[in-house]
């Protein structure tokens, strides 16, 4: 079965919907409105339990099928929440709210599950329960794991989790996939080297912490060339240097550094932790200074289920003629915790030829909403299919 003919004749609501939430985006767990125009369509729908609150502000919606003699649970689940970025599109339903934007897709990814649930509430053409699950905070705060410590999975009884994102340069409405570890762990580190400020015309007086941090900037990528197996994923990136003075003749006492660490395992992970501890404490020793590290474990990598996998990209080929192989990721998708919590997987979708997500001119590609509905609805009906 392609693309259901009922997201064809509801493309045009679903596309409604998801300009809505563009115009009004939030950020991280203050996604009160969005939240509020969840529950209010799920209600309208008549879906048989709607929960507010769980993961501070995610909602959550089930749908029982017309029998339930399989006692099967499946989730499904979407993002809600925008980035902090000021909106360059120049549409007509570009973001009200200056600063917020949806950059990442969020607008689409909630619109289409809304989508699959109207149609899952009209149809009831399953067998088992179908649970909606609503996010927020996914953009750096974690909302799937404190969904999943207020018993998300034990409170609905979901077995198997599925999730979807939107990719640009990736045919409109085409799939990609990959079993195992697919997005990588994204963890962030704070760096304060303190040294010996002075005049800069006389630096042998001084202990330079801003050539202590030129020299660890330029030694923490050894970690990737020289410390990790090079058929292995690691990526380690300084990406603010700040100094205490912005004086042109004074060597400043401190200096600051921050970045972040992608890797694709749990070994390479705790090995690119200990090494760049390593370099940093040692260099800023060997030039008379001291260093001071923050290191903060962010999502752990998000790992497909080998049987999931397999079947959400034969659903994908039956929706769109085929499925692809989806490359590995080095951003992070804090779906991770649902993965690490139940078996499942995770998907891209098609976006088109449109500016990259987090970027201000980005936007989601409404051509996109039957395919990615479709999806979702097929891995309801076809892993509990009608007694």
């Not at 080297?193 to 801003?210: F, N, Q, S, V």
Request: glycine share 10%; with cysteine.
């Amino acid at each position: 079965m392609p693309v259901k003919n009922r997201f064809a004749e509801l493309h045009d609501e679903i596309t409604e919907w998801r300009r809505h939430l563009h115009q009004n985006p939030e950020l991280l767990f203050d996604t009160h409105e969005t939240a509020a125009f969840v529950e209010r369509k799920l209600t309208d729908f008549g879906c048989d339990e709607i929960v507010t609150g769980i993961g501070r502000t995610g909602v959550v919606g089930v749908i029982h099928g017309a029998s339930n003699a399989s006692g099967k649970v499946i989730g499904l689940r979407a993002d809600m929440d925008a980035l902090p970025i000021v909106e360059a599109t120049g549409l007509d339903y570009a973001s009200k709210n200056v600063g917020k934007m949806h950059a990442c897709g969020h607008d689409g990814h909630t619109a289409m599950l809304l989508g699959a649930a109207k149609y899952l509430a009209e149809t009831r053409n399953f067998d088992g329960t179908c649970v909606v699950i609503f996010q927020p905070a996914e953009e750096g705060g974690g909302g799937g794991r404190e969904m999943c410590e207020d018993g998300l999975m034990e409170r609905f009884g979901i077995q198997e989790v599925y999730g979807m994102h939107n990719w640009p340069g990736q045919p409109i409405g085409s799939f990609a996939i990959r079993p195992g570890a697919f997005f990588a762990a994204t963890d962030q580190f704070e760096i304060t080297l303190e040294g010996r400020g002075g005049h800069a015309a006389k630096p042998h007086e001084t202990i330079d912490p801003t050539v202590i941090a030129s020299q660890i900037v330029l030694s923490l990528q050894t970690i990737a060339s020289r410390s990790v197996n090079p058929v292995e994923q690691v990526v380690v990136s300084v990406t603010s240097f700040e100094t205490e003075s912005t004086a042109f003749n004074v060597i400043p006492q401190k200096v600051f550094l921050k970045g972040t660490v992608r890797t694709l395992s749990q070994s390479v992970r705790d090995m690119a932790e200990d090494r760049l501890t390593e370099i940093t404490t040692l260099t800023a020793q060997a030039f008379g200074g001291v260093a001071e590290i923050n290191y903060m474990r962010g999502y752990p990598v998000m790992v497909n289920h080998d049987a999931q996998t397999e079947f959400a990209a034969d659903v994908a080929s039956t929706v769109a003629g085929e499925c692809n192989d989806a490359p590995l990721i080095m951003g992070g998708e804090d779906f991770a915790y649902m993965l690490e919590e139940r078996p499942g997987a995770y998907i891209l979708v098609g976006n088109g030829e449109t500016a990259a997500v987090h970027h201000p001119e980005y936007n989601f590609n409404d051509e996109a909403i039957p395919a990615g509905c479709s999806w979702w609805a097929e891995i309801v009906e076809r892993r509990m299919p009608a007694a």
